[in-house]
């Protein structure tokens, strides 16, 4: 390590496909789609790792209202690992978010090393893959451009438990995506997205007022993967959640710890049916 130059560096837009391609490396799937929403969440809080100018690592820590921070692709490059690179990015993350409240999805390998950094496992995430799921479009949702944005931005706040408008204007408009949403007497009662991914299609998120809402708008979405896989995330102490996962017989893939450091926010899991993602919350 001494021989090599080794420097972070905030990212830009096009190192997007960067960090992107190395989630997929490691099996997460991301969307083909994601640089522009992700970047618009936040353009300051990407970062690269370089070794004598070669990307070899990266992290994410994305600010939200200023109030709240979600990490996400912590990665170094197989062969540059065991070398201190991963623990000076972040570093660097926890100087950018300084003190935030700070939230991951930490995978299962690295869950006892964010115990002793101080984060504090919330609970699980699930994900779980469905093929073949052929629902129909339910007759209650509507597209959601006939919602307007301020209320959009106000429902997924209330779920979500901070705003994020430049990342939904960019999320819900993404090539080869497809978003619904269900009014109850003209007020937003539920929305989703289903978007293509390197395998299949993810949905997510699925945020809404109750099961029978998260339903009808995950069967109208995954009619939109044409019987591919679909792949959702829920969180396994929202039960409503988890029963439908159940009821159409998803296979599951993997898990990951909802994790905070810098104490937890106040979210209303129980209407969280499909997680929007794992990199940025």
Same mark, same amino acid.
């Given at each position: 390590?001494?021989?090599?130059?080794?420097?972070?560096?905030?990212?830009?837009?096009?190192?997007?496909?960067?960090?992107?391609?190395?989630a997929?490396?490691?099996?997460?799937?991301?969307?083909?789609h994601?640089?522009?929403?992700?970047?618009?969440?936040?353009?300051?809080?990407?970062?690269?790792?370089?070794?004598?100018?070669?990307?070899?690592?990266?992290?994410?820590?994305?600010?939200?209202?200023?109030?709240?921070?979600?990490?996400?692709?912590?990665?170094?490059?197989?062969?540059?690992?065991?070398?201190?690179?991963?623990?000076?990015?972040?570093?660097?993350?926890?100087?950018?978010?300084?003190?935030?409240?700070?939230?991951?999805?930490?995978?299962?390998?690295?869950?006892?090393?964010?115990?002793?950094?101080?984060?504090?496992?919330?609970?699980?995430?699930?994900?779980?893959?469905?093929?073949?799921?052929?629902?129909?479009?339910?007759?209650?949702?509507?597209g959601? *451009?006939?919602?307007? &944005?301020?209320?959009?931005? =106000?429902?997924? $706040?209330?779920?979500?438990?901070?705003?994020?408008? %430049? +990342?939904?204007?960019?999320?819900?408009?993404?090539?080869?995506?497809?978003?619904?949403?269900?009014?109850?007497?003209?007020?937003?009662?539920?929305y989703?997205?289903?978007?293509?991914?390197f395998?299949?299609? *993810?949905?997510?998120? &699925?945020?809404?007022?109750? =099961?029978?809402? $998260?339903?009808?708008?995950?069967?109208?979405?995954? %009619? +939109?993967?044409?019987?591919?896989?679909?792949?959702?995330?829920?969180?396994?102490?929202?039960?409503a959640?988890?029963?439908?996962?159940?009821?159409?017989?998803?296979?599951?893939?993997?898990?990951?710890?909802?994790?905070?450091?810098?104490?937890?926010?106040?979210?209303?899991?129980?209407?969280?049916?499909?997680?929007?993602?794992?990199?940025?919350?």
């Amino acid at each position: 390590m001494s021989n090599i130059s080794y420097i972070i560096r905030t990212a830009e837009e096009k190192d997007m496909d960067f960090m992107i391609e190395l989630a997929r490396q490691e099996g997460w799937n991301p969307g083909l789609h994601d640089k522009e929403p992700f970047y618009a969440a936040d353009p300051n809080g990407f970062f690269i790792g370089e070794a004598s100018g070669e990307p070899i690592a990266c992290v994410s820590g994305v600010k939200y209202d200023d109030k709240f921070a979600f990490g996400g692709f912590y990665i170094v490059k197989e062969e540059y690992r065991k070398q201190d690179y991963g623990i000076q990015m972040y570093k660097r993350v926890i100087d950018y978010v300084n003190g935030l409240p700070f939230g991951i999805d930490g995978v299962v390998a690295q869950q006892e090393n964010y115990k002793k950094s101080g984060f504090v496992f919330a609970h699980n995430q699930m994900r779980y893959e469905g093929t073949g799921l052929r629902g129909k479009l339910q007759t209650e949702c509507i597209g959601i *451009k006939e919602i307007s &944005i301020e209320d959009l931005i =106000k429902y997924d $706040a209330s779920v979500f438990g901070f705003q994020r408008s %430049e +990342f939904l204007k960019k999320w819900i408009i993404m090539p080869e995506s497809y978003s619904l949403a269900i009014t109850d007497n003209s007020k937003l009662a539920g929305y989703g997205l289903i978007r293509k991914c390197f395998k299949g299609y *993810k949905i997510g998120p &699925i945020f809404a007022e109750e =099961k029978s809402i $998260a339903e009808k708008l995950f069967l109208s979405l995954a %009619e +939109f993967a044409e019987g591919k896989e679909v792949y959702l995330d829920i969180p396994e102490i929202n039960k409503a959640g988890m029963a439908i996962q159940e009821k159409y017989n998803m296979k599951y893939v993997f898990e990951t710890a909802r994790m905070y450091l810098n104490g937890k926010p106040e979210i209303p899991v129980e209407k969280v049916f499909g997680v929007t993602s794992f990199e940025l919350g």
